[in-house]
């Protein structure tokens, strides 16, 4: 029979994210109208920064997904079908975000998006993904936007900034660093990030002793540095991806300041430690939602470290792309509780009875009133 007789037999599968692809050697499925010696592909679609100055996140992300979804595709698939991730570039700017989206959705026809970067990218997108009732899984992002109020069709697997701050502004005042700075990103991520800080110091009876802005993929960062400065700080409290944060340092440093800088897990360790000297990396506190990347004792980065050297021939280890590989890890495990004819309500039924799944280390905890998968810091 003709493929394009066959197409329309796939219904709602074939519509949704479902393509026929011919290849040879693929295994055999049972799905009817599908030509022999064919298989299923089931899309996933990202949107994330894989150039421009915030790059490396959304590289480093998809590197460690891709090392898991090649392995799962390398013995046969998720029920026999094979996995692709359509990975567009949107330079960590929402309204490239928008756009890639739209195509991901309508041109492209996903099954399910994954992996976004970013807290002002993925706000931008939230009406769409609510719209076209379109699953979004494992942004990469502690918002409390995609927290509260719930969201049926959002399932995080990293802890939201609230919990990473409150653990980081305990350090400082244990440590004696009670005049704590605020430093945020101007945008969605920034705002999300200071009213956690507010908050947290308010529970120890302090306030921020100065506020400061930088902006998104800027190397500027003057003004911030002279008002945390000015302010004699002991601490401060950053919520910026790298490229902001690093020019943050650099400028502070050389005003003289020995403060505590402290940031939230979002600002890409490995690229924030390229993009200072030495002498200013050393010491920075950084919070980290995901396991130790190069402690082979927990299975899962046991298992992250071997994939990713059958991956690339000098595999580079880090947080942002272990957390990648751990999201690959949710989305297989709710395909695979989905069932061999998904749709995404099936999708979303079946990752919400991961009550307690345990990932090689790493639990994940989701139910039909809780998406948010760990609070692990």
Not at 173 to 183: D, L, N
Not at 277 to 302: D, H, L, M, T
Not at 332 to 360: C, K, N
Request: net charge positive.
């Amino acid at each position: 029979m003709p493929l394009s007789r066959c197409l329309p037999k796939l219904g709602l599968l074939g519509r949704i994210g479902l393509r026929i692809i011919l290849a040879a050697g693929l295994p055999v499925l049972a799905t009817a109208g599908v030509p022999a010696r064919a298989a299923v592909e089931l899309l996933l679609g990202q949107s994330a920064a894989l150039s421009g100055p915030s790059g490396m996140l959304g590289r480093e992300y998809r590197d460690g997904a891709l090392a898991y979804f090649t392995e799962v595709n390398r013995r046969g698939g998720v029920h026999g079908r094979r996995l692709r991730l359509i990975s567009l570039d949107d330079r960590y700017e929402p309204s490239l975000t928008l756009r890639n989206t739209r195509q991901l959705i309508e041109r492209d026809r996903v099954f399910a998006l994954f992996g976004y970067v970013g807290t002002p990218t993925v706000k931008e997108v939230l009406p769409l993904v609510e719209s076209n009732k379109i699953p979004l899984i494992a942004p990469l992002t502690g918002a409390q936007l995609l927290r509260q109020p719930h969201r049926p069709l959002v399932f995080n697997l990293r802890t939201s900034y609230q919990v990473e701050i409150d653990r980081m502004i305990n350090y400082l005042v244990r440590s004696g660093r009670h005049r704590i700075a605020v430093v945020a990103q101007n945008d969605a991520f920034g705002q999300d990030g200071q009213r956690a800080a507010h908050q947290a110091l308010k529970r120890h009876g302090l306030k921020p002793v100065a506020t400061a802005s930088v902006e998104r993929n800027s190397g500027q960062a003057v003004e911030a540095a002279r008002a945390v400065q000015a302010a004699n700080a002991n601490g401060v409290m950053i919520m910026a991806a790298y490229p902001s944060s690093a020019a943050f340092t650099r400028e502070l440093r050389q005003h003289g300041s020995t403060a505590q800088l402290m940031n939230v897990s979002f600002v890409g360790t490995s690229a924030l430690q390229a993009a200072l000297p030495s002498n200013q990396a050393r010491g920075i506190g950084i919070a980290q939602v995901v396991p130790f990347p190069w402690n082979e004792r927990v299975p899962v980065v046991k298992e992250y470290q071997q994939l990713m050297r059958r991956q690339q021939s000098r595999a580079l280890f880090g947080f942002t792309s272990l957390e990648g590989f751990l999201a690959a890890k949710m989305t297989v495990e709710g395909l695979r509780r989905a069932g061999a004819s998904p749709t995404r309500q099936r999708f979303v039924t079946a990752l919400e009875s991961m009550r307690d799944v345990d990932l090689g280390g790493y639990r994940v905890q989701l139910g039909p009133q809780d998406h948010n998968g760990s609070t692990f810091v």
